[in-house]
């Protein structure tokens, strides 16, 4: 089975006083770097309003995958295609207009992606899949980096995989990525790895970046 494997790091974990600097750490080794936004509502946490991501947006040297973690996210997720994004998740707990906003997102340039929480089945929501450029799988509740991984999640990944057949949609996980767990996620499919605290807690974050993606590239050739 050879299968392209992508690396998305997360800055949550990384030093937010200069994240210029975290992403270019990481940049030469990684495909995007991988925006953990949060609005207090959706999740019980904050990290970026739209203008303070859009700071970031703008100067970053890797192209940006936006993880909206907001409610009420159908208009705000247009915004962040408009600026430039590469990819924009919305999650289907906070979106009213599911398929019109996946729509919207790709036609201001960006790669449409739709996010489900770990208690959300990936069965509801087969009928937006040409709308849909990656899926995003929750292997935590969303909120906070540094979390156990939930193995109960690959069996969602599996029937996700099987739901994607041949299509060029990405099959993403979130959520306690490492060198121990990431096996677990590329046996059952998954093919873009967000990865946090794994990478920006290791004393050499490009080092880690490429270690991962050693063993995923090695591991999914078997
Ligand atoms: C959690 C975020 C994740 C987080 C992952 O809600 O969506 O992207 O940064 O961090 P780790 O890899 O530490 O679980
Ligand atoms: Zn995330």
Request: charged share 20%.
């Amino acid at each position: 089975m050879s299968r392209e494997i992508r690396i998305t790091p997360s800055i949550l974990n990384a030093d937010f006083s200069q994240l210029d600097n975290e992403i270019k750490r990481i940049a030469d080794v990684s495909d995007l770097v991988h925006l953990d936004v949060m609005d207090d509502v959706f999740v019980p946490n904050f990290t970026f309003d739209f203008e303070a991501a859009a700071a970031i947006i703008a100067t970053s040297v890797l192209p940006v995958d936006a993880h909206l973690m907001v409610a009420n996210v159908d208009e705000i997720a247009v915004q962040y295609a408009e600026i430039g994004c590469s990819s924009v998740t919305i999650h289907a707990e906070a979106t009213r207009d599911i398929p019109q906003t996946l729509k919207n997102i790709r036609t201001a340039g960006s790669r449409s992606s739709l996010g489900i929480k770990p208690n959300t089945d990936i069965s509801d929501y087969e009928h937006v899949i040409d709308d849909v450029d990656m899926f995003l799988i929750m292997t935590v509740e969303p909120g906070f980096g540094g979390q156990s991984f939930m193995h109960e999640m690959m069996d969602k990944v599996r029937r996700t995989r099987i739901l994607i057949g041949d299509r060029p949609i990405w099959l993403q996980v979130d959520g306690g990525i490492s060198m121990k767990t990431i096996e677990y996620a590329l046996d059952a499919g998954a093919d873009t790895f967000v990865v946090g605290s794994a990478v920006f807690n290791a004393p050499d974050p490009a080092a880690m970046v490429v270690s991962i993606r050693q063993f995923a590239t090695s591991h999914g050739s078997k």
